[in-house]
Antibody
Framework: DVQLVESGGGLVQPGGSLRLSCEAS????????MTWVRQAPGKGLEWVAS????????FYVDSVKGRFTISRDDAKNSLYLQMNSLRVEDTAVYFC?????????WGRGTLVTVSS | SHDLTQPSSVSVSPGQTARITCSGD??????VRWFQQKPGQAPVLVIF???ERPSGIPERFSGSSSGTTVTLTISGAQVDDEGDYYC??????????FGRGTKLTVL
């Protein structure tokens, strides 16, 4: 079964940094584009960033460009999101997502709270 | 523009048909996915490629497309179908966008 497990969330002050991780299993990790999606408290879903299967292409929503970096380590079946210069409006649950030949899979998410 | 517009809420009685629309210029060129999300849970895919239903999703869920509007239809809605529904589309530049979501109430 496909599993995606996010970690690394927590409380951080504005201007601070966090690194989120997503550990994947149950599929051939290096064959698929991986994506981060976030959801602010009581709000809708927002696509944040995606990375191609081979890491050659990285794509970001305008509001995080220059602050967030998506990366992957295929040897560890892991996806990452380095978040710098965090803002209060980055507060959200961050989900890891993958679309494979068998489905559209999401992790349970990890909560990032940016507050002083 | 890559914005996707959904109604903020839809309400039906049990057994009635619920219809949730998603509109956007990009939808003449791109397929839509529909996700159901219940409180505290990750989204679940209920429709892909505008009208395809993943395995395990009840037949009462269906999708259709016409021009710049796609529609999720739940025929014979059940109380368990309550939740937030989001449409999603990918852009040409490998970016994605979600609609703002529709809260479905069945009571």
């Amino acid at each position: 079964d496909v599993q995606l497990v996010e970690s690394g969330g927590g409380l951080v002050q504005p201007g601070g940094s966090l690194r989120l991780s997503c550990e994947a299993s149950g599929f051939t990790f290096d064959s698929f584009l991986m994506t981060w999606v976030r959801q602010a408290p009581g709000k809708g879903l927002e696509w944040v960033a995606s990375i191609k299967h081979d890491g050659t292409g990285k794509f970001y929503v305008d509001s995080v460009k220059g602050r967030f970096t998506i990366s992957r380590d295929d040897a560890k079946n892991s996806l990452y999101l380095q978040m710098n210069s965090l803002r209060v409006e980055d507060t959200a649950v961050y989900f890891c997502r993958v679309v494979t030949f068998t489905g559209d899979f999401w992790g349970r998410g990890t909560l990032v709270t940016v507050s002083s | 523009s890559h914005d996707l517009t959904q109604p903020s809420s839809v309400s039906v009685s049990p057994g009635q048909t619920a219809r949730i629309t998603c509109s956007g210029d990009v939808l003449t060129k791109k397929f839509v996915r529909w996700f159901q999300q219940k409180p505290g849970q990750a989204p679940v895919l209920v429709i892909f490629k505008d009208s395809e239903r993943p395995s395990g999703i009840p037949e009462r869920f269906s999708g259709s497309s016409s021009g710049t509007t796609v529609t999720l239809t739940i025929s014979g809605a059940q109380v368990d179908d309550e939740g937030d529904y989001y449409c999603y589309s990918a852009a040409d530049n490998n970016r994605g966008v979600f609609g703002r979501g529709t809260k479905l109430t069945v009571l």
